[in-house]
């Protein structure tokens, strides 16, 4: 039995020369790349400071019961998202950042 691979008709080989316009990246990776990293590192920075408020609203109404402080601290969010688009955006992406990364979030109210 004769040992033969078959390639397929339009199969051209390449040499080492070749290969270099094969392999790498373009521009538009190396951007996207960067953009998605600097997206996330702002992203986390507005979840540290939305951590940061809610601790201090939380410490700042200790005494109140748990609806009233609900209440205010949504209220105090609302007001805070409808103050302009920029504060919108960023409430938006540090409120759907607390839903995700949730255990540190209610960690972060417990022992405010």
């Known amino acids: 039995m004769e040992n033969k691979m078959k390639m397929p008709a339009n199969y051209n080989v ?44 939380v410490a700042a109404h200790k005494g109140q019961d748990t609806a009233a402080l609900l209440e205010g601290g949504m209220n105090t969010y609302v007001n805070y998202l409808q103050k302009d688009l920029i504060s ?14 949730w255990p540190i979030t209610a960690l972060v109210i417990i022992t405010a």
Request: net charge neutral; charged share 10%.
């Open 14 to 57: 390449m040499n080492e020369e070749e290969m270099t316009y094969t392999q790498g990246g373009s521009a538009f990776g190396a951007v996207s790349a960067l953009a998605g990293t600097a997206f996330s590192i702002w992203g986390l920075y507005n979840y540290y400071k939305g951590m940061v408020a809610t601790r201090n609203y």
């Open 88 to 101: 919108a955006f960023k409430g938006i992406c540090a409120g759907s950042a607390a839903v995700g990364l």
